[in-house]
Each structure stands twice: as structure tokens, then as C-alpha cells.
């Protein structure tokens, strides 16, 4: 697993435990060379957000009993691929994410500026 550092270069948060997110399944969204995805993007789901995810061919909204997954909903908090967030940010459809919880490895796909544009918890504001 790489250092569990952020976007802003300090110590990552936890993203949720409830429901429990991340690659590993920790509750954060670290990573490693086996995350062929790269889960580090800590997002706060949208209603907007979940049914482009949906059309896009990847259903986070629909349980999966069988993969122990209840599905999310408006408001859950979940460690998403760093390339569909920026492609949801690309169709303007990009949700809310937190800095302290989005993993450090993200800014190789998405520039610091997109995901500060998006941020609830930005100390530069």
C-alpha cells in the first residue's frame, strides 16, 4: 500500500465507514499498485452523479446482496476512480469530494485546481 497521504500533503482521512468504501475496504481511500482503478477520489454522492455512473455502466445506486453491498444513495460517501471523477467533472455532473480524505496518487490523473473547484473542505478558501 502507498503512504497514506492526501491531496494537501498531510495525513489521509477517513472517507466512510459507513458504508465501508475504499480499495481496501478500510474506510479510506488509499491505494496501490493493485487498484488498477485507482479508488481515491472521497466523494459525497449525488442523485446527478449516481445516474451517470449508472448510465456509464458502473451501478452504485442498486444493492448487491450477494457482494455484501447496499447500495449507495444521496449523501453516502465513497472512495471513486480518480479517472470517472474527472469525467463526471468533464460532463459537469462531478460531486462534492473532501481533500483531507482524497489520496495524493489522484492528483496523476486530476489537477489539483479541478479538485479544489469541487471541495468541501478546501483551506484555501
Known amino acids: 500500500m502507498e ?6 500533503g498531510e495525513s489521509l482521512e477517513t472517507c466512510s465507514r459507513d458504508p465501508m468504501t475504499g480499495f481496501f475496504r478500510n474506510g479510506c481511500c488509499d491505494t496501490a499498485a493493485s487498484d488498477q482503478g485507482m479508488h481515491t477520489v472521497c466523494a459525497v454522492m449525488t442523485a446527478e452523479f449516481l445516474a451517470l455512473s449508472k448510465y456509464l455502466g458502473n451501478d452504485l445506486s442498486t444493492p448487491r446482496p450477494e457482494f455484501g453491498f ?4 444521496p449523501g453516502d ?5 480518480a479517472g470517472r471523477f474527472l469525467q463526471a467533472h468533464d460532463e459537469g455532473a462531478a460531486p462534492r469530494i473532501r481533500l483531507r480524505a482524497t489520496h495524493h496518487r489522484t492528483l496523476t490523473v486530476v489537477p489539483l485546481d479541478i479538485l479544489r473547484l469541487h471541495a ?4 484555501g478558501l
Open 70 to 73: 447496499a447500495g449507495l444513495k
Open 3 to 8: 503512504p497514506s497521504i492526501n491531496v494537501l
Open 77 to 81: 460517501q465513497w472512495c471513486l476512480c
Open 120 to 123: 468541501l473542505d478546501d483551506p
